[in-house]
């Protein structure tokens, strides 16, 4: 997260973006800001997971030099955040030592802080808790987000705290946290060895040296007892033939505790041979061959056990709610039966509120791979039949949103851990589908396309290529696609749906319209304009017959019209159907409405286009407040909103104005909705020109050159987005006096609007007037005696 701005002082509201994905800024309001800047963390605060074992054997000189990498070991007073990275393999024992650090130096920090950060959804979800703990009096009626938020503003505002990431999968996930958070330390773990060089220094763990790795076994064999020599020679046996492997040892010991069995029989049992490779697949094979004994003593005492360890191997492996389970038992006390089972064998740890577990993910790769593949061809593997019933039980009764925020990650994760030869089913599409449309309705675009990849292949298996409802799977994900402005991967799945809905369903089926519209939509957001304006006035009248002309379907294709024709330039036509559509929309859907805000915001803008900031203005300044109260403050809806009122501003020559609201804008939309999206470098683009109308080329220029990059290579060379960000370098050259670099620049950007956009396009137009201009300039400046070259 980053603070926008500078930090208000007192009880004002701050702006506070949360970085990731598909997450968002958000304003603290003054209260909370007040609350975060004052509230004093209690003695001994934090939040520490709890250890599957509850046993931590040596580690002594690991723990001693991580202390001193992490308080710089005599240096100066540390004045940037301290970040640390332990990186190895799988069970290893990254997280024990983490939270053994974290115990033994828990009296030197204010407080100390566990997150789960294998994404950064995951990330914010661990910041939020923060909050809840600090203040609990405000937290109980904000959004996730918002709890994150307020968890920021708190971390820059006191010093003298321990972050701990757990389980990093990308190290650049954590760097909008360290240049913003340098008020403490940060400790990450991580499987990954590499992408760690910019952002911290690291310490490879490797397996526990024999006599610790004894030491761990009979700690947890014998707790509270003194092995004999016997015992300890049977423990060394055992030992190696794990191959030190902490998970394994823990595992075994607990076995061995449970059960009674001597060491030397247990370990023969398991028919292991001495692990010497010590690689990946051995660890995954040694701690197979553990569990085979381990499952089956389970299995004899509580059934229900397995099947809910097997479920949960298809989902996140922390944090997965009581709740999700619950619909596999038939009661909760059964549940808590089966659950305590698991814990007392050390297969899984409670959450602090013991309302969630977590596993080992070495724990969830073993499941999900040791069993053969099924010999029925249409059965599923173990476990993951049951996590999709699951869903399908909870999906319909969500309604809190925290519940919503907690579920996530394991919904993604059954996406992600689908096995190929898995048996499609209609419920679990249906699944995918719902809460793709929950994080649609959130603006959160890039998380609904692993969703509708796995919808589609879903409707792909169970009714082939051109059923409805496949057609209907494959337009919501060029939908998807197209609201992240990846427009190639969006236009080939559209032109492929609109054939065949033409083959199934007839050339003016609702359906039908509604992917023509949407092909042609997505020609004009790509700049086709010589596709996407004849297919939107075919699919116009087509609609208008088929459906009536004050339809929904006819209201969005008549916008969509009226957006082909303002970037054609023709703003007379473009003004007239905005208001005719306005007025429609207003008295069908209501003021209110998404859709009657997104053309209210369109006819602003084509207002402003057209010089009539009297109207646009007042106009954006409404439809802005209503879209913020209406979807919430950085829905991309509102970013554009806000954008196009900066962008009047500047229209207007209010730059006080302006350049601040696009610089908040930007940071949002890099934020929401990468830093690539089309929307995101329109508003690089007018901010930069803003810059540079107000002087300050030496912002504006590089601004300018990184935009035009960007916009050539994810839109291309001609696309209207480009053509702008081109024309705006060259004038900040010729604004700082850099004729021939400027003139370069006007020619190639006049040549490619003639070819793009037409002779006679107002785009056009301006090119060769700005060229005009700089060859005036040059003439100005050149003496008789030598006429104007250029390079």
């Not at 033994?104 to 294998?118: D, G, K, N, Q």
């Not at 030992?239 to 010991?253: H, I, R, S, V, Y």
């Not at 409707?459 to 427009?487: C, I, V």
């Not at 809905?501 to 092909?519: A, Y």
Request: aromatic share 6%; proline share 5%; net charge negative.
């Amino acid at each position: 997260m980053e603070v926008s701005g500078e930090r208000p002082i007192g009880a004002a509201s701050i702006g506070v973006a949360i970085s990731g994905d598909n997450t968002r800024v958000v304003v603290l309001p003054a209260e909370a800001a007040h609350w975060a800047l004052t509230v004093q963390a209690p003695q001994g605060a934090g939040f520490l997971p709890e250890s599957v074992s509850g046993v931590f054997v040596g580690r002594e000189r690991e723990l001693t030099d991580l202390r001193a990498m992490m308080t710089g070991e005599g240096s100066a007073a540390v004045v940037q955040s301290q970040v640390r990275a332990i990186h190895g393999l799988g069970g290893v024992g990254k997280s024990a030592l983490a939270l053994r650090y974290a115990d033994r130096y828990r009296s030197t920090y204010t407080l100390v802080w566990w997150i789960t950060a294998e994404s950064p959804e995951a990330i914010v979800t661990g910041l939020a808790g923060l909050t809840v703990r600090l203040c609990p009096q405000w937290a109980g009626m904000a959004a996730p987000d918002e709890r994150a938020a307020w968890a920021i503003t708190w971390l820059q505002a006191h010093p003298n705290w321990l972050l701990i990431f757990d389980n990093v999968e990308d190290p650049t996930h954590l760097r909008p946290y360290l240049g913003t958070l340098a008020g403490g330390h940060h400790l990450a773990t991580s499987r990954h060895a590499t992408g760690w060089h910019a952002l911290a220094p690291t310490m490879a763990l490797d397996l526990l040296p024999l006599k610790e790795a004894i030491d761990l076994l009979c700690t947890i064999a014998f707790p509270g007892l003194s092995p004999t020599d016997q015992q300890r020679d049977a423990a060394r046996r055992l030992a190696e033939d794990l191959g030190c492997l902490p998970l394994a040892l823990e595992q075994a010991g607990a076995y061995v505790y449970r059960t009674g069995i001597d060491l030397d029989i247990y370990r023969r049992s398991l028919g292991l041979v001495l692990d010497k490779k010590n690689d990946v697949t051995d660890r995954e094979r040694t701690i197979a061959r553990i569990w085979d004994r381990t499952l089956a003593a389970i299995t004899q005492r509580n059934p229900l056990a397995i099947t809910l360890l097997n479920a949960t191997a298809w989902l996140a492996p922390d944090d997965i709610p009581r709740t999700l389970l619950a619909p596999l038992a038939s009661s909760e006390i059964e549940l808590g039966d089966a659950l305590g089972e698991l814990r007392a064998y050390n297969m899984i740890a409670f959450t602090d509120d013991r309302q969630g577990i977590s596993v080992h993910r070495l724990v969830q790769t073993v499941l999900r791979t040791r069993n053969p593949p099924p010999s029925e061809p249409d059965s599923y593997a173990s476990g993951r039949a049951e996590a999709e019933h699951a869903f399908r039980r909870i999906l319909p009764t969500l309604r809190d949103g925290d519940l919503w925020e907690r579920l996530l990650p394991h919904i993604l994760a059954l996406v992600e851990t689908t096995p190929a030869d898995t048996p499609a089913s209609f419920e679990t599409a249906d699944t995918y589908y719902q809460v793709a449309q929950h994080l649609e309705s959130q603006g959160r675009y890039t998380s609904t396309i692993p969703l509708r990849t796995a919808a589609l292949a879903q409707s792909e298996q169970l009714f082939g290529d051109t059923h409805p409802l496949t057609l209907t799977s494959r337009n919501n994900l060029a939908h998807a696609y197209a609201l992240t402005g990846d427009l190639g991967r969006a236009i080939p799945l559209y032109e492929t749906t609109l054939t065949q809905r033409e083959q199934v369903l007839g050339d003016t089926h609702p359906r039908t319209l509604t992917s023509r519209e949407n092909l042609a939509s997505a020609y004009e957001a790509a700049g086709d304009l010589k596709r996407a304006i004849p297919l939107l006035r075919t699919t116009l009248t087509q609609t208008e017959q088929v459906l009536g002309d004050t339809h929904p379907q006819t209201l969005t294709t008549r916008n969509d019209l009226a957006n082909a024709y303002r970037s054609a330039g023709d703003l007379g036509r473009a003004i007239s159907l905005y208001e005719a559509t306005l007025t429609q929309i207003e008295q069908g859907l209501g003021d209110t409405h998404p859709q009657t805000l997104t053309i209210r915001d369109n006819l602003a803008s084509a207002y402003a286009s057209a010089g009539d900031l009297k109207r646009a203005i007042p106009l954006l300044r409404t439809t802005l407040t209503q879209t913020e109260q209406g979807l919430g403050d950085t829905h991309p809806q509102t970013l554009a909103s806000r954008h196009n009122l900066a962008r009047a501003y500047a229209s207007a020559e209010d730059l006080g104005r302006a350049i601040p609201l696009l610089e908040t804008t930007l940071t949002q939309s890099e934020q929401v909705l990468g830093d690539t999206h089309p929307q995101t470098l329109t508003t690089r683009n007018d901010l930069a020109d803003a810059y540079a109308n107000a002087g300050d080329l030496a912002q504006a220029i590089p601004l300018l050159e990184t935009t035009l990059a960007q916009c050539q290579q994810a839109l291309g060379q001609a696309h209207r987005h480009t053509l702008a960000t081109r024309n705006n370098l060259a004038s900040a050259h010729l604004k700082a006096g850099d004729l021939g670099r400027a003139i370069l620049l006007y020619q190639e950007n006049f040549m490619l609007c003639s070819q793009a956009l037409g002779d006679t396009h107002p785009q056009t137009l301006t090119s060769r007037d700005n060229l005009a201009g700089a060859w005036q300039a040059i003439s100005r400046t050149a003496t008789p005696e030598q006429p104007p070259t250029t390079d």
